[in-house]
């Protein structure tokens, strides 16, 4: 790497190198200076520099990426809403489908794989606040709708669903999501 290049390290290339070394090696398995040397960054600080410690880089890595998946959320809400109230299935495909677009070539999501590396070190209790409304709003549809047909321990359900499809699409498995939301669907309301 030319040292022209590794002086041009910015923010997004040290979220982007970090998101994709945190989701290959975990949160607690890749050092800060590590990502800032992926990223091309000749300061090996650049990391501390631009988000202070690992929880700040991790809460950017979210803002980073959140907008562009609450959009694509936005979107698909306005679709569904325009056939008429959209039910579970819906719902479940309109929170996760925005990871399958956000696959590489071999299927791989690495901001999938991202959330289940931060779940593993305990970092997402303060998702909520990181939501945009619609992908607040859908967990809340989904549990509504699933209250409303009477389905025991409908949130830990929900909570197991999420895990399942999320890891199924940070394995590369984007070729199984339609498959996916279906047994979802109908786990959730079995």
Same mark, same amino acid.
Do not use: C
């Given at each position: 790497?030319?040292?022209?290049?590794?002086?041009?390290?910015?923010?997004?290339?040290?979220?982007?190198?970090?998101?994709?070394?945190?989701?290959?090696?975990?949160?607690?398995?890749?050092?800060?200076?590590?990502?800032?040397?992926?990223?091309?960054?000749?300061?090996?600080?650049?990391?501390?520099?631009?988000?202070?410690?690992?929880?700040?880089?991790?809460?950017?890595?979210?803002?980073?990426?959140?907008? $562009?998946?609450? %959009? =694509?959320?936005?979107?698909?809400? *306005?679709? +569904?809403?325009?056939?008429?109230?959209? &039910?579970?299935? #819906?719902?479940?495909?309109?929170?996760?489908?925005?990871?399958?677009?956000?696959?590489?070539?071999?299927?791989? $999501?690495?901001? %999938? =794989?991202?959330?289940?590396?931060? *779940?593993? +070190?305990?970092?997402?209790?303060?998702? &909520?606040?990181? #939501?945009?409304?619609?992908?607040?709003?859908?967990?809340?549809?989904?549990?509504?709708?699933?209250?409303?047909?009477?389905?025991?321990? =409908?949130?830990?359900?929900?909570?197991?669903?999420?895990?399942?499809?999320?890891?199924?699409?940070?394995?590369?498995?984007?070729?199984?999501?339609?498959?996916?939301?279906?047994?979802?669907?109908?786990?959730?309301?079995?």
């Amino acid at each position: 790497m030319t040292k022209t290049k590794r002086r041009s390290a910015t923010a997004p290339g040290l979220i982007e190198a970090g998101e994709r070394l945190f989701a290959r090696h975990g949160i607690h398995g890749v050092a800060l200076r590590q990502i800032a040397a992926e990223a091309g960054s000749a300061n090996s600080s650049a990391v501390h520099y631009h988000f202070g410690d690992a929880h700040g880089f991790v809460r950017a890595i979210f803002a980073h990426r959140l907008p $562009a998946l609450e %959009a =694509a959320r936005v979107d698909l809400m *306005r679709a +569904a809403e325009a056939r008429g109230e959209p &039910d579970v299935g #819906a719902l479940l495909d309109m929170l996760f489908r925005p990871f399958v677009a956000g696959s590489d070539n071999e299927g791989y $999501a690495s901001y %999938a =794989a991202f959330l289940l590396e931060v *779940r593993k +070190a305990g970092w997402l209790s303060d998702w &909520d606040e990181m #939501a945009g409304p619609v992908t607040k709003s859908l967990p809340r549809r989904i549990l509504a709708q699933m209250g409303a047909q009477g389905v025991p321990d =409908a949130q830990w359900r929900l909570e197991t669903i999420t895990m399942m499809i999320i890891a199924a699409i940070a394995a590369g498995q984007a070729d199984r999501y339609d498959a996916l939301v279906q047994i979802g669907t109908a786990a959730l309301l079995a």
